[in-house]
């Protein structure tokens, strides 16, 4: 279910909002392979009309399940905005979309959850393992035959 929030709520006082948010309904755009949002979004919100704005305090969290990108080893990431803060302009060029005296916040807290995901997912800030290869015969004959054909080459 979206995040929403009633304008007219909003004219008494300020509004809080907790949850949790799919990953489906926050429609991420293909994520990176190495980091999958599997998990929901959990939001702690408190809205206030501040203006032509919504003023968005509180709090997000997100666990997502990586891969290193070094051992390719499988691990958990937590994103943690604590606190969070966003503007959301009710006017101008950037405007949110009202429908029926009710503005949808998810596509916000997408945007700014999307941009604390890791762009190189390390499982310990050190890491240095190689991944293990399993050898086969077939991939030993293999590599052997095309050094074969690369030393039959005549460079003079």
Request: hydrophobic share 35%; proline share 8%.
């Amino acid at each position: 279910m979206p995040v929403t929030v009633n304008l007219r709520h909003l004219e008494d006082k300020n509004v809080e909002l907790e949850g949790e948010v799919s990953p489906e309904e926050l429609d991420f755009v293909k994520p990176d392979e190495m980091v999958q949002p599997n998990h929901p979004l959990l939001y702690n919100l408190e809205v206030e009309k501040n203006g032509n704005n919504l003023l968005i305090r509180g709090d997000l969290h997100m666990t997502l399940d990586c891969q290193c990108v070094r051992c390719l080893r499988p691990f958990k990431y937590e994103i943690d905005l604590d606190p969070y803060d966003a503007l959301v302009p009710l006017e101008g060029e950037d405007q949110a979309t009202v429908s029926n005296d009710l503005v949808n916040l998810t596509p916000y807290l997408r945007e700014d959850v999307l941009l604390a995901f890791p762009q190189h997912p390390l499982c310990e800030a050190d890491c240095d393992r190689v991944p293990k290869l399993k050898h086969t015969k077939s991939a030993a004959l293999t590599q052997k035959s095309a050094w074969d054909e690369l030393n039959k080459l005549k460079l003079k």
